[in-house]
């Protein structure tokens, strides 16, 4: 051949290496808080008009053969269902290039990191520029090599100019040629705004502090599981995305910081434990002095304050048309601190006029050193801001969260979205008994992620008669019953003259002068209390005569009470998936809201427990009251978890909003979950023990509030859960399929119609989940079957009520069963359609398994026998081989005169 043919050649293979090179290797799946099962591509994003505020992405590691096996699926499960202030998880898959033998594990970080690097570089800057997202609203999260990706990314896309991400958290990053460190280039402080970091194994993980927050965990029960595991390295390399996931779920790791010294800290990346610096910003308006809105607040403040614990940290700002700093960040070191506190909230006639919300933001934010504690802002407020500087010119440093509370039915309207931006929680109050509510929204909002050692559990909070024949009866649980403080408020006990009588469960009387007398409330306190059932009341007047009026006065009574030493109380946590609903949006108008509830005992979550929603309107009136469900269906996601969840689908009036108030009640029939279910081994392959059973326990909590915008539009159906291939019938090319029904109206009713969808390209049934095409029969390689299709020969797809088992058997079309023959799984999908034929969101995937379809199609025994055959051809070839080359080299040869 000529020399020009070569040089042709060499250049071809060079152009062809280029074109590698710049070919992205990494694909992103959008998962959206309202469609968490459905991967999205950033044009579908773009496409739906979502327009998130709070992204996180996922890098998976070396050696993940796929998204599941990496464990992304369940990292962006359990972001999305526990970190409420998440709008979208990214999963960032480049299983096919990290699939790699160990030898080629140096090629890989040589040469794969960067390109990946490079690919979420690229993506995240087409996110910012299509969508708006911030970069300091982004939050990075990577396991092993996939920790030094997001680093190397995030110093890229500083470098460039597109901003800094606002957290990374590295889960065991990969210790590997990165423990060098004259050239490390892997993750590292000032990577980010925080860079954070979880080191549980010192061979395949990297054991020295490369973040601004480096932990090592310790104390655990899946320590030991891995210290029995063959591959002890390989199963603490993993743990560290098992311990990311018992974050989420508000478990308290415990981290070793200097082994010599033996000094423990308590830490956690994804939640502060505990809260410790609180700024209150009130609003002391004119219009604060209107519906008692001014008393309420002080009395919310003077409670908070009270139960701070010692060593807390607080601030008070006042504002109006401008802000004043009436107490600067002050620790509450003793009694004499706390008093000075006190006296620094404002007075009944404290009036600062016109309403900046904005000013007083920005007199928050300029305490010193907010930036670096991450404190928890609580805004109370009643009116609309009407005087610069204005809410919005106002940033908020990006750990800091702001807990708006709105008074009345006039707050700010845009309170839901200062909420989001900052990842707080927004609450409102109506004048409606605003004294007591006020109060609980202060504390719940202040207690949110704290140390259940020092967060007041709700046993009691509801509406009284004011009235000597009301007797009310609360629980003290075993674990309960330090500090107890019951509060009775009304504006008429001074004129109705009665004293409040408490009786203990040991028959104790506590009678008026065992009360302390503050404005319109008496107030019980006392350091520890027996466990039992308590009962409350009031006294007639002191002259005897029993005054009964028709119609007694209102008030309220709370009952609070810490845990014992010692002792870990059920703790329940009431959370909402948004602040708002906007019905003229198609994608959050086909999504309720969703009302959740976790209930936990340490590291134990409570099955079991009796949960309601109680949403009530801004005139006081209860709109409707929800049995939240720990079933699985629904707006449940797993069956059993602790997790009590319902959509809230009834109409809402647009521009009011709407207080959700959570409570728990069990009379000795719940169950604790256990703890072996925090070692993320599949239920199947466990020994579960009998769970014990628990005592009897009251708790409630207040989740929030919502607001709507828009005329109401009738919700989607929820989505078809647990599909699955029950049998098949090879022979005849039958499948039995089962699954939970769904809802016609969220998870109420029944549905209109139902579709069943089967295709052996699973890219395309992919490519289905979300869409709204309505193409009946088939569609290419997509097989649709509907009540009316005669391949139906046992049940059937018409709608059933919502949450029950149905079933039905079909025959495969010999078109799609010959198809699959070929080496491809069948795969099957659903969804359910309400009375105006919008379809609801797609179930999971089901299959039949391309292993058993070969069996069918009589394809195995062919290949088994031709690979037995080229087994032999090898075993002789390589025998010949021996005896002909081999062995007649390698003969001993005689040592002559050598003998024994």
């Known amino acids: 051949m000529s020399p020009s043919y070569f040089i042709i050649l060499f250049a071809g293979c060079i152009l062809h290496a280029s074109s590698n090179e710049n070919k992205p290797i990494t694909t992103f799946f959008y998962y959206h808080r309202d469609f968490p099962n459905v991967p999205l591509t950033l044009e579908q994003v773009q496409k739906r008009h979502v327009k998130p505020v709070n992204v996180l992405l996922y890098s998976h590691g070396f050696s993940s053969e796929s998204l599941e096996i990496a464990g992304s699926i369940k990292i962006k499960n359990d972001v999305l269902k526990y970190r409420l202030d998440i709008e979208v998880v990214i999963l960032a898959n480049w299983c096919q290039a990290s699939s790699q033998p160990a030898y080629k594990y140096p090629e890989v970080v040589e040469r794969t990191v960067p390109l990946v690097a490079r690919d979420i570089v690229h993506e995240l800057h087409q996110l910012k520029q299509t969508v708006g997202i911030l970069l300091e609203n982004v939050e990075l999260v990577g396991h092993c090599l996939g920790a030094h990706v997001l680093g190397k990314a995030a110093r890229h896309m500083k470098h460039l100019g597109y901003g800094i991400i606002r957290q990374i958290v590295g889960l065991d990053p990969a210790g590997p040629n990165f423990r060098e460190l004259s050239h490390y280039d892997g993750l590292m402080k000032g990577d980010a705004k925080l860079v954070y970091v979880i080191h549980t194994d010192d061979f395949l993980g990297i054991f020295r502090d490369i973040g601004d927050i480096d932990i090592y965990p310790y104390k655990f029960d899946e320590f030991r599981r891995c210290e029995r595991s063959a591959m002890v390295s390989k199963c603490l390399h993993s743990l560290a995305k098992d311990l990311f996931s018992m974050m989420l779920l508000g478990v308290v790791i415990v981290d070793k ?34 519906h008692g809105r001014m008393d309420s607040m002080i009395y919310a403040a003077n409670q908070l304050v009270t139960q701070l614990p010692i060593n807390s940290t607080v601030a008070v700002i006042i504002f109006g048309g401008h802000a004043e700093i009436s107490k600067g960040l002050t620790m509450i070191r003793d009694e004499s601190v706390r008093a000075a506190v006190l006296a620094a909230l404002p007075k009944r006639n404290t009036d600062i006029g016109w309403t900046s919300i904005g000013a007083g933001l920005r007199a928050a934010i300029s305490l010193p050193f907010v930036a670096e504690s991450c404190p928890d802002i609580h805004l109370i407020t009643d009116g609309e801001e009407n005087k610069a500087p204005w809410r919005r010119e106002v940033q908020i440093p990006p750990c800091t969260r702001v807990n708006p509370i709105g008074l009345g039915g006039q707050a700010d309207p845009g309170l839901e979205q200062l909420a989001r931006e900052t990842n707080g929680r927004m609450t409102s109050v109506s004048d409606v008994n605003s004294l007591t509510r006020l109060g609980d929204a202060l504390t719940d909002a202040t207690y949110i992620d704290a140390d259940p050692s020092v967060r007041p559990m709700r046993v009691f909070g509801d509406e009284i008669a004011v009235s000597e024949l009301e007797k009310i009866q609360f629980l003290i649980d075993q674990d309960i019953g330090k500090n107890l403080r019951l509060v009775v408020n009304s504006p008429n006990i001074d004129n109705l003259k009665l004293s409040p009588i408490l009786i203990s469960p040991e028959g104790t009387l506590y009678d008026s002068k065992d009360f302390t007398k503050n404005f319109q409330s008496f107030i019980f306190q006392q350091e520890t209390v027996p466990s039992g059932k308590w009962a409350f009341g009031f006294a007639p007047p002191q002259n005897g005569r029993r005054k009964r009026a028709a119609n007694p006065a209102k008030g309220s009574l709370t009952v609070t009470s810490l845990q014992r030493e010692n002792a870990h109380a059920i703790i329940l946590d009431g959370m909402l998936s948004n602040s708002s609903i906007n019905y003229g949006d198609d994608l959050s108008a086909k999504r309720p809201i969703t009302i959740n509830a976790r209930i936990r005992k340490g590291r134990d979550f409570v099955l079991g427990v009796g949960v309601e929603a109680i949403v009530t309107a801004p005139d006081g009136k209860i709109l409707t009251t929800l049995d939240l469900l720990d079933n699985g269906l629904g707006a449940d996601e797993d069956v059993n978890d602790g997790v009590y969840a319902r959509f809230l689908s009834i109409p809402l009036t647009p521009g009011l909003r709407y207080e959700v108030t959570v409570k728990a009640a069990c009379n000795e029939s719940c169950q604790l979950r256990g703890k072996e279910s925090y070692s993320f081994v599949p239920m199947s392959t466990k020994e579960v023990e009998r769970l014990p059973e628990l005592y009897s326990f009251r708790r409630q909590i207040n989740a929030g509030s919502i607001k709507a915008e828009g005329n109401f539009r009738t919700p989607l159906p929820s989505r078809i859960q647990n599909l699955e291939v029950v049998t098949v019938d090879y022979a005849k090319r039958l499948v039995h399929l089962e699954w939970n029904a769904g809802g016609g109206v969220a998870d109420t009713g029944t549905a209109s119609n139902l579709e069943l969808r089967a295709t052996w390209n699973y890219s395309r049934i992919v490519s289905l989940k979300g869409q709204s095409d309505d193409d009946d029969g088939t569609d290419g390689d997509v097989f649709t079957f509907t009540a009316d299709t005669s391949a139906i020969l046992d049940g059937g797809l018409t709608p059933i009520q919502v949450g029950e088992r149905q079933m039905v058997t079909l025959e495969v079309p010999e078109d799609l069963w010959e198809k699959s023959g070929s080496g491809q799984d069948i795969y099957f999908i659903m969804r359910a359609a ?28 062919p290949y088994v026998a031709a690979g037995i055959g080229l087994l032999i051809v090898i ?10 080359v081999i062995r007649p080299r390698y003969q001993p040869v005689p040592v002559v005169g050598y003998q024994l």
Do not use: F
């Not at 000094?263 to 609003?283: A, G, S």
């Not at 379809?839 to 391309?850: Q, R």
């Open 875 to 884: 075993v002789v070839g390589i025998a010949g081989c021996y005896w002909k």
């Open 834 to 861: 309400n009375e105006h034929l919008e379809w609801g969101e797609d179930s999971n995937i089901a299959s039949i398994p391309t292993k058993q379809l070969e069996d069918a199609h009589g394809l195995v025994w």
């Open 257 to 290: 910081e200097d082994p010599k010294r033996g000094k423990e800290r308590v830490v956690n990346p994804v939640y502060r434990y505990p809260t410790q610096v609180t700024i209150l910003v009130l609003d002391v308006s004119p219009s604060m002095k209107e």
